[in-house]
């Protein structure tokens, strides 16, 4: 078992913007295409376009939406911009993200905030040094809330969870390893569940129709003695998404697919919060133009967004580790 630290800094920016937020979209893509929709549809904000290498697949994006332009460069769209969201290949995210923060841009970058804990720790010093909000798209945790699962007040004592299906048709997000695709996300709830931060992990893996790992599975000891198990896998042969939280007064089982609860705590636990929050990601895109005009803290943090990052670095390489040794 590795020991390591990935403390997650609470510091954070509430900015002081005037008006709608000028925006634009670096990425053309599925997830780019999302935010463009909710962001142009926002009373806080005026939708500017987006940017891709792909100009032509940029210019579909914005006829589709039927507001904004397309953009050549980074720096064309920077400039007319007060705001970028990070859509594009993992890969590019933090290397994207430093240049916004560098033209003096708040930022939301999709997860992973980057691939290394260190690039995404100084992503979050960085925007906290120019005084700008920095969010990462980890808009899952906001389900939980919704759930009620961070206000039980009572820490697990252990979390099992799977996130595994079929290889993507279209080869999306395999730029990176299964850990920074799918694991990401349940390295940041469990982390936010225990409210600690890891002390140790295993991990081990195995790669199936690309050169990086489609399977993982993951060991984490938290601080005060909380224990998760992770499966995440891209090479599965049917989708399963469940999680088991065992607390000192009881478990409570998550089917996300069938959206239906056992819950044997005094927790009350909603199974179905779509009256509640019957849009995440919109949710979350709001709570990033909050934070801009300072009419609410940021919700999702660079802080949190680099420990989820420092997490998966850690048990991808344990998990290559095994991988090599075998």
């Given at each position: 078992m590795k020991v390591i630290e990935t403390s997650a800094r609470t510091a954070t920016v509430v900015g002081r913007h005037q008006g709608p937020v000028r925006l634009g979209v670096i990425g053309a893509?599925?997830?780019g295409g999302y935010h463009s929709q909710k962001f142009a549809a926002s009373h806080a904000a005026e939708f500017v376009g987006v940017c891709d290498l792909n100009a032509e697949a940029a210019a579909r994006q914005v006829a589709r939406i039927g507001r904004g332009a397309a953009f050549h460069s980074f720096e064309a769209i920077a400039e007319a911009s007060d705001a970028l969201v990070i859509a594009t290949p993992a890969s590019s995210h933090a290397l994207l993200a430093r240049k916004a923060l560098e033209a003096g841009l708040h930022v939301l970058v999709e997860k992973p905030l980057a691939l290394t804990g260190v690039e995404a720790r100084?992503?979050?010093?960085?925007?906290?040094?120019?005084?700008?909000v920095l969010s990462v798209g980890h808009q899952e945790r906001l389900v939980f809330e919704a759930m009620g699962l961070l206000a039980t007040g009572e820490r697990p004592r252990r979390i099992e969870a799977v996130r595994m299906g079929p290889a993507s048709p279209e080869g999306r997000c395999e730029d990176v390893s299964v850990v920074f695709d799918l694991m990401?996300?349940?390295?940041?709830?469990t982390a936010e569940l225990f409210g600690g931060d890891?002390?140790?992990?295993?991990?081990?893996?195995?790669?199936?129709?690309?050169?990086?790992?489609?399977?993982?599975?993951?060991?984490l000891m938290f601080a005060g003695g909380g224990h998760a198990r992770l499966t995440a896998s891209r090479c599965a042969p049917r989708r399963e998404r469940w999680m088991r939280i065992e607390y000192a007064s009881g478990?409570?089982?998550?089917?996300?697919?069938?959206?239906?609860?056992?819950?044997t705590t005094p927790f009350d636990i909603r199974a179905d919060v779509s009256a509640i929050l019957p849009d995440p990601l919109a949710a979350a895109d709001e709570a990033f133009l909050a934070a801009i005009q300072g009419r609410a803290a940021p919700v999702i943090t660079g802080g949190v967004g680099a420990r989820a990052a420092a997490m998966a670095e850690i048990v991808e390489a344990c998990a290559l580790q095994v991988t090599v040794a075998a």
């Amino acid at each position: 078992m590795k020991v390591i630290e990935t403390s997650a800094r609470t510091a954070t920016v509430v900015g002081r913007h005037q008006g709608p937020v000028r925006l634009g979209v670096i990425g053309a893509g599925v997830f780019g295409g999302y935010h463009s929709q909710k962001f142009a549809a926002s009373h806080a904000a005026e939708f500017v376009g987006v940017c891709d290498l792909n100009a032509e697949a940029a210019a579909r994006q914005v006829a589709r939406i039927g507001r904004g332009a397309a953009f050549h460069s980074f720096e064309a769209i920077a400039e007319a911009s007060d705001a970028l969201v990070i859509a594009t290949p993992a890969s590019s995210h933090a290397l994207l993200a430093r240049k916004a923060l560098e033209a003096g841009l708040h930022v939301l970058v999709e997860k992973p905030l980057a691939l290394t804990g260190v690039e995404a720790r100084a992503l979050a010093r960085l925007a906290l040094e120019r005084d700008l909000v920095l969010s990462v798209g980890h808009q899952e945790r906001l389900v939980f809330e919704a759930m009620g699962l961070l206000a039980t007040g009572e820490r697990p004592r252990r979390i099992e969870a799977v996130r595994m299906g079929p290889a993507s048709p279209e080869g999306r997000c395999e730029d990176v390893s299964v850990v920074f695709d799918l694991m990401i996300h349940d390295l940041d709830l469990t982390a936010e569940l225990f409210g600690g931060d890891v002390r140790g992990v295993d991990g081990s893996g195995h790669s199936a129709h690309t050169r990086l790992l489609d399977h993982a599975s993951a060991e984490l000891m938290f601080a005060g003695g909380g224990h998760a198990r992770l499966t995440a896998s891209r090479c599965a042969p049917r989708r399963e998404r469940w999680m088991r939280i065992e607390y000192a007064s009881g478990v409570v089982e998550i089917d996300f697919l069938t959206r239906s609860v056992r819950n044997t705590t005094p927790f009350d636990i909603r199974a179905d919060v779509s009256a509640i929050l019957p849009d995440p990601l919109a949710a979350a895109d709001e709570a990033f133009l909050a934070a801009i005009q300072g009419r609410a803290a940021p919700v999702i943090t660079g802080g949190v967004g680099a420990r989820a990052a420092a997490m998966a670095e850690i048990v991808e390489a344990c998990a290559l580790q095994v991988t090599v040794a075998a």
